[in-house]
Nanobody, 125 residues
């Protein structure tokens, strides 16, 4: 069984920073990639950032590029998302996800088959 558990969400003012963590357990060696997605009220879930397990190549949504950094600690089976210069429009539930399907495009949420429960990020102006 695979389990993904997010932590690190909270409330910050505009311009602040947060670091999200995602602790993975189970068959993590099968992951081809991991990613962060977010969903704001009344909006569709969208890809924020992703990272391939082998190459370490990353993807960032245009809206977060230059402000967010995704990283992974393989020894700890933990995925991170460092979020700087946060804006009110970053307010959303953030989800950690993993895919064991090779060929997955990092932004394609339909290819991710393991999901965490989410952690709320609220940015006030």
């Amino acid at each position: 069984q695979v389990q993904l558990v997010e932590s690190g969400g909270g409330s910050v003012q505009s311009g602040g920073s947060l670091r999200l963590s995602c602790a993975a357990s189970g068959y993590t060696y099968r992951f081809s990639c991991m990613g962060w997605f977010r969903q704001a009220p009344w909006k569709e879930r969208e890809g924020v950032a992703g990272i391939y397990s082998v190459s370490g190549s990353t993807y960032y949504a245009a809206s977060v590029k230059g402000r967010f950094t995704i990283s992974r600690d393989n020894a700890k089976n933990t995925l991170y998302l460092q979020m700087n210069s946060l804006k009110p429009e970053d307010t959303a539930m953030y989800y950690c996800a993993a895919s064991d399907q090779y060929g997955t495009m990092l932004y394609d949420l339909d290819r991710y088959n393991y999901w965490g429960q989410g952690t709320q990020v609220t940015v006030s102006s």
